[in-house]
């Protein structure tokens, strides 16, 4: 089955202590993004891809990059953690063309503690 | 102020009742989407609305988009503990790239 895959489930990284998550998908989806979500919160998107077109939200911090090597994979490097980074990171996709454009496809969310 | 108000924020009841969420907006909108996203896990899309007034069917799911298109309602028929979960609702910006989400109405259906 087609589907959007998160690696790890479960983090646990220090202060200060660069992490990497991963995200990979098989649907051939020409967008990517990446959510972080807080506790009984909405997702925040913190920035996305169309193909190798890389878009930042405003209010993301320097601290989260990203990177998108190809059309399947995309990470997320979050250079010096801090306790208010922790939450559940959620990658999505979505096609990117015609009138179901906007409807996106998530994984199943890794989450970070920060010791 | 929020793009998109969901009301109730919080909602527990007993297996076996009807309930209804909202998901309501001064603004207008093409299109809009209700995902559920169980403890632990990722949002699923469960419906697009896009005609004014549409009303969308998913088992026990029923689904309307207002007649003005700035507004939507989920309602569940015979809630079961699988229902469980954080409903979003959600609607694309202009160029349909990036999806802004109401504040969730987070489900518990008690066996």
């Known amino acids: 089955d087609a589907m959007v895959i998160q690696n790890p489930r479960y983090q646990v990284t220090q202060f200060g202590k660069p992490v990497t998550l991963s995200c990979s998908q098989t649907l051939n989806h020409n967008v990517m993004y990446w959510y972080q979500q807080k506790s009984s919160q909405a997702p925040k998107l913190l920035f996305h891809y169309y193909d190798k077109d890389f878009n930042n939200e405003a209010d993301t911090p320097d601290n989260f990059q990203s990177r998108r090597p190809n059309t399947s994979f995309c990470f997320l490097d979050i250079r010096s953690p801090g306790l208010g980074d922790a939450a559940m990171y959620l990658c999505a996709t979505s096609s990117g063309t015609g009138i179901l454009y906007s409807e996106q496809y998530f994984g199943p969310g890794t989450r970070l503690t920060v010791t | 102020t929020q793009l998109l108000e969901q009301s109730p924020q919080f909602l527990s009841i007993q297996e076996g009742e009807n309930l209804t969420v909202y998901c309501n907006s001064s603004s207008v909108f093409s299109s809009l989407q209700w995902y559920r996203q169980e403890p632990g896990e990722g949002p699923v899309l469960l419906v697009t609305v896009v005609t004014g007034g549409e009303v969308k069917k998913l088992k026990r799911l029923t689904f309307q988009f207002g007649d003005a298109r700035k507004d939507s309602s989920l309602h569940i028929t015979a809630a079961q503990p699988g229902d469980t979960g954080l409903y979003l609702c959600?609607?694309?910006?202009?160029?349909?790239?990036?999806?802004?989400f109401g504040g969730g109405t987070r489900l518990m259906v008690k066996p």
């Open positions: 959600a609607v694309p910006n202009n160029a349909g790239n990036m999806l802004t």
